[in-house]
């Protein structure tokens, strides 16, 4: 063998499930490094909204989730929903939610800094429903450094994250 992957002297991966990914391919475990990400800015631990709600933020489109997110919370009509980002499918979900007469759901746009920080802290939970492999999983790293717990598709690497019942649910 004479590849690419041979003249790489080491795979940093954010997660245990990045790693076993390269492994499959061949990677020695010994050429491989496990160091998720980390965050700056982590603001002082701030009080729930006094108005429960649920918060998506993230990219808005199709492998992230949200047409599942959108469909389950139609089961909860009594949970606020906020769903923080951009993307492809904006304007599409927020079209279907008016079309349905989904009044607890609404769309703060893409936000960043105090803001997002602001809707993290006042959130019940963080919500992750992706349909795709997620190598880490930031957004469940900011929910757990502010005490938040995750609700998360059992895939990639936010079930490395996740531990059921006690910071999240997979």
Known sequence: KNGIFEKINRFVCPSPFASNKLRTLGIPKDKITTRPHFLEGIPALKPRSKTPYILYCGRLSSEKGLKTLLHASMHVPNLEVRIAGSGPLAEEIKSWTNEKGLTHISFEGFVSGPKRWSLICGALAIVTPSHCYETFGLSAAEAF??????????????????????????
Do not use: Y
Not at 151 to 158: A, K, Q, R, T
């Open 145 to 170: 450094s502010v005490a938040r717990p995750v609700i998360s598709s059992d895939i990639g690497g936010l079930a490395d994250l996740i531990i059921p019942k006690e910071n999240g649910f997979l």
